[in-house]
């Protein structure tokens, strides 16, 4: 029984340090828009580049109106 809490509760850790890790907050500046949802961002501290791309973004395709608007 010892033996199975022990597992439960180490199970249970790993788990919710993944969950947190997902839902990290970066500060940095976009340094480049590569498209309509998709930035590159330059973080502060390490100064290395990561791409994101925005959730909830409708970007219009080549044959819809104002798809070549910047």
Same mark, same amino acid.
């Given at each position: 029984?010892?033996?199975?809490?022990?597992?439960?509760?180490?199970?249970?850790?790993?788990?919710?340090?993944?969950?947190?890790?997902?839902?990290?907050?970066?500060?940095?500046?976009?340094?480049?828009? !590569?498209? &309509?949802?998709?930035?590159? =961002? %330059? *973080?502060?501290?390490?100064?290395?580049? !990561?791409? &994101?791309?925005?959730?909830? =973004? %409708? *970007?219009?395709?080549?044959?819809?109106? !104002?798809?070549?608007?910047?």
């Amino acid at each position: 029984m010892k033996f199975f809490k022990t597992l439960l509760i180490t199970f249970l850790l790993v788990f919710s340090a993944q969950t947190a890790f997902s839902q990290m907050k970066l500060n940095g500046k976009v340094v480049e828009v !590569l498209d &309509g949802k998709t930035v590159v =961002i %330059e *973080v502060s501290v390490t100064k290395n580049r !990561l791409t &994101g791309e925005l959730d909830y =973004i %409708e *970007v219009p395709e080549p044959e819809q109106q !104002l798809s070549q608007t910047e």
